[in-house]
């Protein structure tokens, strides 16, 4: 658990036992890596373009009514690639207050169900998500502005990144399920 800002990077998860998850989840953690690196790129490429509005109305009065819509189009991109990255790593809130207070055999169940509930709930997510997007693209559906950029931009990034979670959640599942405990691999 930590507190503060972390300057190291956080430690991955040992390697699933079974080889067919290890191989996913291996696959999965660059895909996750490349999305958080263009996550970054586009966060700060959304800084400069707010930046650039505000100096361009306010010095030039030139109006720019790309920028609002480029740069949510961006923050929604990074908010859901970015989704399975932190999972990878547990990094979501969770309440812990309960798992000491629990013998482990009930605890590994409570993980278990939060786990299902969680992929339950995403993959109904993505399944909305994909459906949005697909009658945004068949519509030819916009957004209200004079710059009108097409609406299944951001739903294809809310359904991409909500299935990569959902993904993320499941292999993690797999993982805990097809693991051994400590005392077999010492056996």
Known sequence: MSHGIELEPPRAAAPPDNAFVAAATALLNKLNHGLMVVSMVALVLTAFVLT???????FFHA???????????????VTFFCTA?????RGHIGIEALATLLPPRVNAARLFMVDLVSALFCAFFSW???TLF???????????????????????MMAAGMSILTLQIVLQTLA???????????A
């Open 85 to 89: 990255y932190v999972q990878s790593h």
């Open 63 to 77: 109006p720019t009514d790309w920028q609002d819509e480029a740069s949510v189009f961006m923050l929604v991109g």
């Open 176 to 186: 805990r399920m097809t693991n051994k405990s400590s005392s077999e691999r010492a």
């Open 52 to 58: 650039y509005s505000v100096v361009s109305r306010y």
């Open 134 to 156: 697909y009658e945004a693209w068949v519509d030819g559906q916009t957004t209200s502005s004079t710059f009108a950029p097409p609406l299944w931009i951001p739903y294809a």
């Open 128 to 130: 909305k998500s994909w």
